[in-house]
């Protein structure tokens, strides 16, 4: 069974600050990583992908792979409160086309 | 198109009563997806269609649910025979890489209420 966990939050940081949300998955066949971003009532939008181990950086957005330990992070710096949003980690296995979906991590950025 | 277009956006429907869902993806997106999110939940995968022809429908619920695609284009989802439990945000998905490696572009969904 080949599961993607987030922890739910919701996580609270300072405007300003950086926040780390973090994504763990089940099965060392994976491939494909990506961070989607979901407003309240809106759809999920594309943040970044990464397939490589280490970092990916893009503005103020860097992802961060580490396959060895299964674990894949989203660091947003100098977080705003329009940062605040479901962030939805997905993985996608070698063989598949159809990524599995975390069910997110709610993040509050507050002023 | 400049998006991936959904219709209707809102859709309002008494149980036992079919509905259709229409997308419209990215124009040259080959790759198309069906997900339903329930409120407060994940992301469901429904079914993915490569052109026009459907390699995985192994998220659909049940046999009232079928999607159709023509064209390589416009997609259409039909539940028959609606139930309250499939009240959700149907949401459609496409990607210019055949196997979505490069991640999705969503639609801004169908929010279908069963009453």
């Known amino acids: 069974q080949k599961e993607v966990e987030q922890n739910s939050g919701p996580l609270s940081v300072p405007e300003g600050a950086i926040a780390s949300l973090n994504c763990t998955y089940s099965?060392?066949?994976?491939?494909?990583f990506f961070w989607y971003r979901q407003y309240s009532g809106k759809s999920p939008e594309l943040i970044m992908f990464i397939y490589s181990n280490g970092d990916k950086e893009d503005g103020r957005f860097t992802a961060q792979l580490n396959k060895a330990s299964q674990y894949v992070s989203l660091l947003i710096r100098d977080s705003q409160p329009s940062d605040s949003a479901t962030y939805l980690c997905a993985v996608m296995w070698g063989g598949s086309y159809i990524p599995t979906f975390g069910r997110g991590t709610s993040l509050i950025v507050h002023p | 198109g400049a998006g991936v277009s959904q219709s209707p956006s809102n859709k309002v429907t008494e149980k036992g009563k079919d509905v259709e869902l229409r997308c419209d993806p990215i124009s040259g997106h080959t790759a198309l997806y069906w997900y339903r999110q329930r409120l407060g939940q994940g992301l469901e995968f429904l079914i993915y269609f490569q052109g026009n022809s459907a390699p995985d429908k192994s998220g659909l619920p049940s046999d009232r649910f079928s999607a159709e695609r023509t064209g390589e284009s416009v997609s259409t989802l039909t539940i028959q025979r609606t139930q309250q439990e499939d009240s959700a945000v149907y949401l459609c998905a496409s990607s210019l890489n055949p196997n979505g490696g490069y991640g999705y572009t969503f639609g801004s969904g169908t929010r279908l209420t069963v009453v």
């Open positions: 099965d060392r066949g994976s491939q494909s």
